[in-house]
C-alpha cells in the first residue's frame, strides 16, 4: 500500500508543479503543452515497467530513463518552433543539445555497464516485488520530470530574453559538469577493466580528489541548466530550481551515495587504505589542495 500511496503522490506532484508553472507557456488545443511532457514521461514508464517485470530484468530501465529525456526535449522544442519561425531561440538550441548530449552519454554508458555485468546492484531485491518496482519505475518518470523541468518552462515560455551572463555562465557549469562526469566514469570504466585492479577500489584520477566525482559533475551540469533558464522564467515559475536541488538530494540520500557508500563498506570496510582514502577524500565535493 505504501508504495502504490508514493506512486499516487509522484504523479500528483508533477501535474501539480506543471500547472504552477504553466502560465504564460505555450497551448496544444487549450491545454497548456507542459502536460503533454508530463504524460510523454510517465507513458513511456509504464511500456518498460511490464515487460521488465515480466521478464525480472533491470536491463532497460536506464534505457528507457534515456529515452524518456530524448522524447520530452524533442517534443518540447519541435512544439516552441511557433508557426515555423526559422528564428529559433539560442537558448532553446542549447537546452535541446546539452541534454541530448549528456542523455546519449550516460544512458549509453549505464545499458552497456548493465549488460556487462549482468546485472545492476541496486535492482537484486526491488525487481522481485510488482509495487516496490512499479514505484522505482515512477521516481526515474519523476527525475526526468524534474531535471527537465528548467528546460521545458523555458522552452515553452511565451517570453523572449536575449542572451546574457546567466546564459553564458550556466553553460561553462554545464560543461564543466559534464567534463567532470564523463571523464570520472570513463576513469573508473578503465581502472575496472583492468584485471589487476580486481576486487579493488578506485583511488586515482579524479576519484583522488572526491569519492564521487561523476556524482558531483552531474550535480553541477543540472546547475548550469537552470542557471541558462532563469532570465526566461516568472513567479511561480522559479519552482524550477527544484531541478538541481532534487538531483542533489536524489544522489546522496536516495539511490546514488548512500547506496554505494555501504555496498564499499561491505566491500572494505576493514582495509587499511580504504579507511584511509574515506578519511582523506570528501564524499561529494572535491578537495581543491
Known amino acids: 500500500m505504501k508504495n ?27 491545454v497548456y503543452a507542459i502536460y503533454y511532457s508530463c504524460f510523454i ?23 528507457i530513463g534515456s529515452f524518456s529525456f530524448i522524447a520530452t526535449i524533442l517534443f518540447s522544442f519541435i ?11 539560442k537558448r532553446n538550441i542549447f537546452f535541446l543539445f546539452a541534454i541530448l548530449f549528456w542523455t546519449l552519454r550516460l544512458g549509453l554508458f549505464l545499458f552497456l555497464r548493465v549488460k556487462r555485468d549482468k546485472k545492476d546492484v541496486r535492482f537484486i531485491h526491488i525487481k522481485k516485488s510488482f509495487s516496490t518496482f512499479l514505484m522505482v519505475w515512477h521516481l526515474q518518470g519523476l527525475w526526468v520530470f524534474i531535471c527537465c523541468l528548467p528546460a521545458i518552462i523555458s522552452m515553452y515560455s511565451n517570453t523572449f530574453v536575449e542572451l546574457g551572463l546567466f546564459f553564458y555562465l550556466g553553460s561553462i557549469l554545464w560543461i564543466c559538469g559534464f567534463l567532470l562526469e564523463t571523464i570520472a566514469d570513463h576513469q573508473k570504466y578503465v581502472f575496472k577493466k583492468n584485471k589487476l585492479n580486481k576486487d579493488k577500489f578506485i583511488s586515482e584520477g579524479l576519484w583522488s580528489i572526491s569519492r564521487h566525482p561523476n556524482y558531483f559533475g ?27 536541488l532534487f538531483v542533489y538530494i536524489l544522489l546522496t540520500r536516495i539511490s546514488g551515495i548512500n547506496l554505494l557508500e555501504e555496498i564499499g563498506d561491505k ?10 582514502y574515506k578519511k582523506n577524500t570528501p564524499i561529494l565535493f572535491p578537495k581543491l589542495f
Open 79 to 89: 512544439i516552441s518552433i511557433n508557426d515555423f519561425n526559422l528564428e529559433i531561440d
Open 4 to 30: 502504490y500511496l508514493i506512486i499516487f503522490s509522484i504523479l500528483f506532484v508533477s501535474f501539480f508543479i506543471s500547472s504552477l508553472v504553466s502560465d504564460n507557456t505555450i497551448m496544444i488545443d487549450g
Open 267 to 276: 566491500r572494505w570496510g576493514s582495509n587499511i587504505d580504504y579507511k584511509n
Open 41 to 63: 514521461i510517465y507513458t513511456m514508464q509504464w511500456l518498460g515497467f511490464f515487460p521488465s517485470f515480466y521478464f525480472k530484468t533491470e536491463h532497460y530501465y536506464d534505457l
Open 218 to 244: 552531474e550535480i553541477i551540469l543540472w546547475l548550469g541548466l537552470y542557471i541558462v533558464s532563469f532570465p526566461v522564467l516568472t513567479g511561480l515559475q522559479h519552482l524550477a530550481i527544484i531541478s538541481p
